[in-house]
């Protein structure tokens, strides 16, 4: 067994001082993830930081119509059936409770949900031995093992492992700001630049310094709210990660597409945007063979391994959809 401690703060000024003090110690928030990794043996924190006192949980419009605010500690289910989520940011709902089961939404929170790692059974299981990402230098045992969940855009040599969040899709697509706080005090990182590509330090999934914590999400103000789908195509209807996901949103204005922001899930090691897929939409009338071109240029340079073939052929079919069916929603 191992000894560790366990500590909870009441407010973000001990936390920070906490997680700058202790050696390998982790924030605990819903614990879905960290308690799952804990016990087979991923994880191994000496302190466990408690942060579930520390507030941190209100939903609540920006003012002047800048967005909307969502506190790191707000739970999943909450969020999913806010008011002005459902009503302003619908992909965000949707997506949400695409996730896991009641029972975990309601214990999950945001900032650990931006934070979830993959669901790669060669990093979930330490019997396995090589995995760059949970042991650096090992070699990525799902290069040449069973790949069928794994990436087909961005990965290296080194891990080939997806994000598995649909939250996290769906705020890539709506451009969210991630807010932190560490020791130089607060900085806000950009949705698209939260989470990383593996290249050489699959280890690291996100630019979060280890000492900061994440405190809100900004949402900014959405000029379309009826043009947007969060598609999530899995093995089961209910309870299992995505396979391909995505998340569209569409302005539209007299028939024609103003922007469109479309960001896609199960397919690598962070939500994949291309602005120049994006940009094939603008100022055009939707029908099917643009939503065929944005597809190709979203997945150009799409590669599959031994197991995961399907997702190449999945990947474009799921995009087309999701753009008609966004496109034709009234
Ligand atoms: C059976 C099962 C099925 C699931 N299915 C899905 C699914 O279909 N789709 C999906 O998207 N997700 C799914 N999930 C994952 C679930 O959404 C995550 O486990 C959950 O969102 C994590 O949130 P948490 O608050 O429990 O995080 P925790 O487990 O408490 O923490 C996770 C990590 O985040 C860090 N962390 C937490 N909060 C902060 C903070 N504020 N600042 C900095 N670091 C922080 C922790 O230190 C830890 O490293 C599933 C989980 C399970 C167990």
Redesign the pocket.
């Known amino acids: 067994m191992n000894n560790f401690a366990y500590v909870r703060p009441n407010d973000v000024d001990s936390a920070l001082a906490l997680i700058r003090s202790r050696p390998k110690a982790?924030?605990?928030?819903?614990?879905?993830?960290?308690?799952?990794?804990w016990k087979m043996g991923v994880?191994q924190p000496q302190t466990v930081?408690d942060?579930s006192r520390?507030g941190?949980t209100d939903i609540a419009a920006r003012p002047d119509g800048t967005g909307l605010r969502i506190g790191?500690?707000a739970?999943?289910s909450d969020v999913a059936g806010h008011p002005l989520v459902v009503s302003q940011y619908p992909v965000l709902s949707r997506?949400?409770l695409?996730?896991?089961?009641p029972q975990?939404?309601n214990?999950?929170?945001?900032?650990?949900?931006?934070?979830?790692?993959t669901r790669c059974p060669y990093f979930y299981d330490p019997a396995f031995p090589s995995c760059n990402k949970r042991n650096p230098g090992s070699g990525c045992g799902a290069l040449n093992g069973y790949n069928r969940n794994h990436a087909i855009l961005g990965h290296s040599d080194q891990c080939i492992a997806t994000n598995?969040?649909?939250?996290?899709v769906a705020l890539a697509a709506l451009e969210a700001q991630i807010r932190?706080i560490g020791p130089d005090g607060e900085r806000v990182i950009p949705m698209g630049e939260f989470h990383r590509l593996p290249e050489d330090h699959p280890e690291l999934d996100t630019t979060?310094q280890p000492n900061?914590?994440?405190?809100a999400i900004d949402l900014p103000p959405m000029a379309d709210t009826k043009h947007a789908v969060y598609l999530?195509v899995?093995d089961r209807s209910l309870?299992?990660?995505?396979l391909v996901s995505v998340a569209a949103c569409l302005a539209i204005e007299n028939g024609v597409i103003g922007s469109a922001r479309i960001a896609l899930g199960g397919v690598a090691h962070k939500p994949w945007r291309v602005p120049e897929a994006e940009a094939l939409m603008r100022g055009v009338t939707p029908d099917r063979s643009i939503c065929e071109r944005v597809a190709d240029r979203l997945l150009q340079g799409a590669y599959a391994y031994r197991y995961n073939r399907f997702k190449l052929t999945l990947a474009h079919r799921s995009i087309v959809r999701a753009l008609t069916v966004a496109a034709a929603a009234s």
Do not use: C, H, W
């Open positions: 982790r924030f605990l928030a819903g614990g879905t993830n960290l308690l799952d990794l994880e930081i942060i520390l941190l790191a500690l739970r999943n997506a949400l695409s996730g896991a089961s975990l939404r214990a999950a929170t945001m900032g650990g949900n931006l934070m979830q790692r598995p969040s649909d939250m996290n932190v979060l900061e914590l994440i405190t999530k899995r309870y299992a990660f995505a």
